[in-house]
């Protein structure tokens, strides 16, 4: 009589042997999928920002090319482009030296 109960639940259920391959495949797949969305949308975006920001040297070129209407402030931005940075780091030195020369 087991036997008999036995082979009437194989022939029943078949599938249920099989049932727990298919649905982790298509897990697996779906999620490959929304993994390989969510790389190419973080990749436009990227770009896009990329492609959107000047970099620094637009960015100074434009500072450049901007017209002052005020004429106290082109004076003073004619000013700052007239001053020599050079040789700040020795004059910052030379005062270094005159500070600790007057504190001794």
């Given at each position: 009589?087991?036997n008999?109960?036995?082979?009437?639940?194989?022939?029943e259920?078949?599938i249920?042997?099989?049932s727990?391959?298919?649905?982790?495949?298509?897990?697996?797949?779906?999620?490959?999928?929304?993994?390989?969305?969510?790389?190419?949308?973080?990749?436009?975006?990227?770009?896009k920002?990329?492609?959107?920001?000047?970099n620094?040297?637009?960015k100074?070129?434009?500072?450049?090319?901007?017209?002052i209407?005020?004429?106290e402030?082109?004076q003073?931005?004619n000013?700052?482009n007239?001053?020599?940075?050079d040789?700040?780091?020795?004059?910052?030195?030379?005062i270094?030296?005159?500070i600790?020369?007057?504190?001794?």
């Amino acid at each position: 009589m087991e036997n008999q109960n036995n082979s009437r639940t194989e022939t029943e259920n078949p599938i249920k042997k099989d049932s727990g391959v298919g649905p982790i495949i298509g897990s697996v797949i779906i999620i490959i999928l929304i993994i390989l969305g969510g790389l190419y949308f973080w990749s436009y975006t990227i770009n896009k920002q990329k492609s959107e920001t000047p970099n620094q040297e637009q960015k100074v070129e434009q500072v450049n090319s901007f017209e002052i209407a005020d004429p106290e402030l082109a004076q003073i931005n004619n000013e700052l482009n007239a001053t020599s940075t050079d040789n700040i780091d020795t004059e910052l030195n030379q005062i270094d030296a005159e500070i600790d020369a007057a504190i001794e």
